[in-house]
């Protein structure tokens, strides 16, 4: 497992793997998204809702990173930022959100790469690393992940990460304009005691 700081209250998440440092990105480097969304634009088009131009600014992304970290410290989401190690380039992201307690306990994940970071196994090798500190520092029992049917590069992904395949939901999410039909995946907490 790669180094993590240990939760303490609400302290924000820091993980290290061997290339990558995942974070809670502060406000003053809104920068650094902007870049990563402005150069990946095309590239992520196909695979998440359309944007409008103001999600390109950095008024946007100043905004929007204050409120992961709101939203990480009253434990609705945990939205990780995928930086190379310098910390000054946006790799990816990795967002768990929709974050239920009580009987659920579980999360939804979503997450992109820049496209010049592509098989290279960048997002497997964060998503180890953040995978189980959502299931052993968040202590959450499921993480449920959806793809388009034809994401052949998501559907590898989950399947070696251990995502099994719970079924399809047609026109789940609206995605690039016009709603899409999903597979649904999941990963139980292999952290947790049997039943």
């Known amino acids: 497992m790669a180094n993590q700081e240990r939760r303490v209250g609400n302290a924000l998440p820091r993980i290290r793997t061997d290339r990558t440092v995942l974070c809670l990105l502060k406000p003053k480097y809104a920068e650094l998204m902007v870049r990563f969304r402005i150069e990946n634009k095309h590239h992520l088009t196909r695979w998440e809702p359309s944007r409008t131009t103001y999600f390109y600014t950095p008024v946007f992304w100043k905004a929007q990173l204050a409120a992961n970290i709101k939203r990480f410290q009253s ?46 196994g960048l997002m497997q090798e964060a998503l180890i690393s953040a995978i189980d500190y959502v299931f052993l520092e968040l202590e959450l029992h499921r993480i449920m992940a959806s793809y388009i049917p034809d994401n052949k590069r998501s559907a590898d992904l989950l399947s ?7 079924g399809q939901a047609r026109q789940y999410l609206r995605i690039d304009g016009s709603w899409q039909d999903h597979v649904l995946t999941a990963l139980i907490n292999p952290f947790e005691p049997g039943p």
């Open 75 to 120: 434990g609705e989401s945990c939205c990780l930022v995928m930086l190379n190690h310098e910390e000054n380039e946006v790799l990816g992201v990795c967002n768990f959100t929709q974050i239920a307690r009580g009987t659920m306990q579980s999360c939804q994940l979503g997450y992109s790469l820049a496209a010049s970071h592509e098989g290279q």
């Open 160 to 166: 070696r990460l251990g995502f099994e395949i719970e």
